[in-house]
């Protein structure tokens, strides 16, 4: 009787896998397609691997990301980033990291960095005295001034402390878009300028 159980109990679980295996086999063969990639499919034209963000437009915030050295990309594809120095005293940097253009302004963005023991005390002009403290010079000569800025929009008139090791990422929008093929420069407050810059 028992030998008669285990027979049944035997032919049961072959039975089982047995079916098992031809549903899985169904699966894989002739089952539906898949509807969404798989880890091995290429990503959308403009998407990105992940990794730290970036801070909205117009509201940039310290971080601790790293600086981006990509290769740049054409005006079309999105910002042209670059890693051109601006300032350097030996503790604290200034760079300018991308250029975009879009609807007739060119929005230039620029990474603040320091390593000094007491941070970086910075200071934001009020807003008119910020508008006229940068410029661009474009080709012809001609200077543009920026319509925003981080410091216009988001600190306009205060002293602020960058704190040792922390990352401030600012910007300028100017009201222009240089022609791709002409150079123009950038001058920061009173950090410095930037020549030969290109779209």
């Avoid at 740049?72 to 910002?79: D, H, K, N």
């Avoid at 934001?124 to 001034?145: I, K």
Wanted: net charge negative; charged share 15%.
């Amino acid at each position: 009787m028992l030998r008669k159980h285990l027979v049944g109990v035997i032919v049961g679980v072959v039975l089982v896998a047995v079916l098992g295996a031809a549903a899985l086999a169904w699966l894989t063969l002739d089952g539906p397609e898949p509807t969404g990639p798989g880890p091995d499919a290429a990503a959308p034209a403009g998407a990105t691997a992940p990794g730290p963000t970036q801070p909205p437009s117009g509201s940039p915030a310290p971080s601790t990301t790293a600086p981006d050295t990509a290769a740049s990309a054409s005006p079309e594809a999105g910002p042209r980033r670059m890693s051109r120095l601006l300032y350097d005293d030996g503790q604290n940097t200034a760079t300018v990291t991308g250029l975009e253009a879009t609807a007739g302004t060119l929005r230039v963005q620029l990474r603040y960095t320091t390593r000094s023991p007491g941070g970086w005390v910075l200071s934001c002009p009020a807003r008119t005295a910020d508008l006229q403290s940068s410029h661009l010079t474009l080709d012809d000569g001609r200077q543009v001034f920026p319509v925003d800025t981080y410091c216009a929009s988001q600190r306009p008139g205060t002293d602020f402390t960058l704190r040792p090791g922390a990352v401030l990422e600012s910007w300028g929008v100017f009201p222009v878009v240089p022609s791709g093929d002409s150079p123009f420069s950038l001058t920061w407050y009173d950090l410095g300028t930037v020549e030969g810059l290109k779209l």
